[in-house]
């Protein structure tokens, strides 16, 4: 008999084609994320289960699936699965690494020349008819970023990527890691980014990008304290986890002015509530987090969640398994 597998929304068809062809599979309908209890009960017969970031997999959850083996994240970051529990109950739970940096790295560009050039309020400005002057001196001015001090809070793959990018804007790079790896000292050595400690880097820098997993320990890294150590002119962009920031510290910088600019993928709550103060400031550009939304990628990580939960059903190690002490 085949096993089963739940897929908890409809990911890229190169994905699911790869899994329906080996398992029995059931995708759940709706574009509204199933609850805990929905997922329970699609899933109370199955071997694998395919996950979303936002699917609240939790120890409730895993102890409701009998059967389970594998839980297959649909993402990098896996802050959503309680992994300790899936590990004590000896499921494997696997991610979709590497394939999303430089898609991640590029929208984290994209949000920092919005936010420094104003684009997205040019771009209102033009549309709301009150370009009424042909050319303005002082008109929607920004800051440069070509020669600023970048800083990278957030080492991994996707903060050195973002860092690769900068060289071409002749940037001064500072980095604040509490994991130094080689790939760094690369890094170091071939375009001169700086290690720097949390304090000195928000001071010294003009962008500040956030590049790190939410952990306990990086829960609301960014708070009132360290935004108020950032230059009121300096803009800060998240593309990582939401709750890496305290937002009502956020909201408070940026309507006094102490902040120019920020530029958000991630959220404390997703989706935003419709009633979130940020949504009436035009100092920020806001973006529904859509680190990883190129077609191309979308695809990749699809076929990559198959081929981990392939791997894990047929017993062999999948190829990105987030916690091999369980094997
Ligand atoms: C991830 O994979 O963790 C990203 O946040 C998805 O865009």
Known sequence: MKQKVFVTRKVPQEGLDKIT??????????????????????????????????????????????????????????????????????????????????????LA????????????????????????????????????????????????????????????????????TRSYNESIAALENEIGVKSSNLEILLRESDIVSLHVPLTAETHHLIGKKELEMMKA?????????????????????????????????VYQEEPISKKDPLLALDNVVLVPHIGSASMNTRATMSIICAKNIIAALNGETPPNIVNPEVL
Request: proline fraction near 4%; glycine fraction near 10%; include cysteine.
């Open 233 to 265: 002119d300096a803009i800060l962009v998240n593309t990582s986890r939401g709750q890496v920031i305290d937002q009502n510290a956020l909201y408070e910088a940026l309507s006094m002015g102490n902040l120019r600019g920020a530029g958000l993928d």
């Open 21 to 106: 062809k080996k398992f029995d599979v059931k995708v759940w309908p709706s574009e509204n994320p199933p609850s805990r209890n929905e997922i329970i009960e699609m899933a109370v017969d199955c071997q694998g289960l395919v996950t979303l970031l936002s699917d609240p997999i939790d120890s409730n959850l895993i102890n409701g699936l009998p059967n389970l083996k594998v839980i297959a994240q649909y993402a990098v970051g896996y802050d959503n699965i309680d992994v300790k529990e899936a590990t004590k109950r000896g499921i494997i739970v696997t991610n979709t690494p590497g394939v999303l940096t430089e898609t991640t790295a590029d």
């Open 109 to 176: 560009w994209a949000l920092i020349m919005a936010v420094a050039r104003r684009i997205v309020e040019a771009d209102r400005f033009v549309r709301d008819r009150k370009w009424n002057v042909a050319w303005g001196p002082e008109t929607l001015l920004g800051i440069d970023i070509h020669g600023a001090t970048l800083g990278i809070i957030g080492m991994g793959r996707i903060g050195q990527a973002v860092a690769r990018r900068a060289q071409g804007f002749n940037m001064n790079i500072l980095y604040f």
